[in-house]
């Protein structure tokens, strides 16, 4: 057996802020129901998201809890330029900065934005 994630799912507060975000930075909306939406990514790749107390029924556990969720979503541009453009694209959308992008140690350019939920998304480029 190999392990495979065929889909990623985040629990969010809001899901018509959360769709808007996506569809602004560029996700194409699939399916689309009340509690769930699913988007596809570039490469073959998607995600989706439920409300919080619907993904958390479904797992069966509690729906609370805030702060780091212990995973950030990385998405890799050509240039610094991107990156810049990019996170400025997420402001008008509904997202946030964590960290402002600058030049890294390692050669490279990258920042942090949060979504409406917080989840975390470093954008960043090698050059």
Known sequence: ???????????V???????????????KLGQDFPNFAAFELGGGSGFGIYPVAAAAADAGVSPEGSGF???SFHHIVGTAAEVDETIATALT?????????APAQWGGYFGYLADPDGYLWKIASAA
């Not at 057996?1 to 629990?11: D, E, P, R, S």
């Not at 809001?14 to 996506?22: A, C, G, L, P």
């Not at 959308?93 to 992008?101: F, L, M, Q, T, Y």
Request: glycine share 14%; net charge positive; hydrophobic share 45%.
């Open 93 to 101: 959308v509904g997202g946030s900065i964590v960290k402002e992008a």
């Open 69 to 71: 969720r212990g995973v």
């Open 13 to 27: 507060e809001d899901m018509e802020r959360s769709k808007k975000f996506y569809v602004g930075l560029g996700a």
């Open 1 to 11: 057996m190999t392990l495979q994630a065929n889909t990623i799912m985040l629990a």
